[in-house]
């Protein structure tokens, strides 16, 4: 019986702290607005110094690239077949990052959405460390080194632009780079009082899930 009696009297307290809260929230709501920062009018004030430092910066780096690779073009003759082949080795290098003037940013009640394109490559560039021919007949018919350097700048820059644009860690590479970026941008602004969020500009899901204000 004087459990039974516990369990009701439990039963009926939980009942009278949920009606309270029901009851009270109205009231509580102003007083914590009123506790909490208002982050409104910094964002509306950080979203422009924001996009004054995207549109000066142009581009962020966030990937080196720097490997050698060794290259082979055999020169064909209809009848003689193989007649002559250029061995190169190569040196690549490159730099992946992203165009900030590409990047969408927007703002909601209590955050800025960053909406960041795929990454590219900023710049790139191949150079002969190595060359060694073997021609059995005119040199006309061959290609030039520039021109087998040149080939094999597209292939790398083709290769590397793809696996970028397709791999997840490129992609959390991108994001924390650039969150770092704008991070020291703000960092003499004060404590920040709302959140970022960040997707692909390209990911179709994504930018319709982001409010534009």
């Known amino acids: 019986m004087k459990k039974t009696g516990k369990w009701f009297a439990s039963v009926i307290a939980k009942a009278l702290v949920i009606i309270l809260v029901i009851v009270l929230l109205p009231f509580v709501r102003p007083l914590v607005r009123r506790l909490l920062p208002d982050a409104t009018g910094e964002i509306r004030v950080q979203s422009v110094i924001l996009e004054q430092k995207l549109e000066s910066s142009k581009r962020l780096e966030v990937t080196t690239i720097d490997e050698e690779g060794v290259l082979e073009a055999k020169t064909n003759v209809i009848i003689f077949g193989t007649v002559g082949s250029t061995t190169i080795r190569y040196r690549y290098t490159a730099s992946i990052g992203i165009d ?55 292939k790398c820059r083709e290769q590397y632009v793809t696996e970028k644009e397709h791999s997840d860690r490129a992609w959390e590479d991108i994001r924390k780079s650039f969150e770092e970026t704008i991070c020291q941008w703000l960092e003499n602004y004060g404590e920040r009082h709302y959140e970022f969020e960040f997707v692909r500009l390209n990911d179709a899901a994504a930018a319709s899930a982001a409010v534009f204000m």
């Open 100 to 154: 900030l003037s590409k990047v969408v940013m927007t703002t909601d009640s209590d955050r800025i959405i960053f909406a960041l394109p795929d990454p590219e490559i900023l710049n790139d560039g191949i150079e002969a460390l190595e060359i060694n021919k073997n021609n059995l007949f005119s040199k006309a018919i061959e290609k030039s080194v520039e021109t087998l350097l040149n080939e094999q700048k597209m």
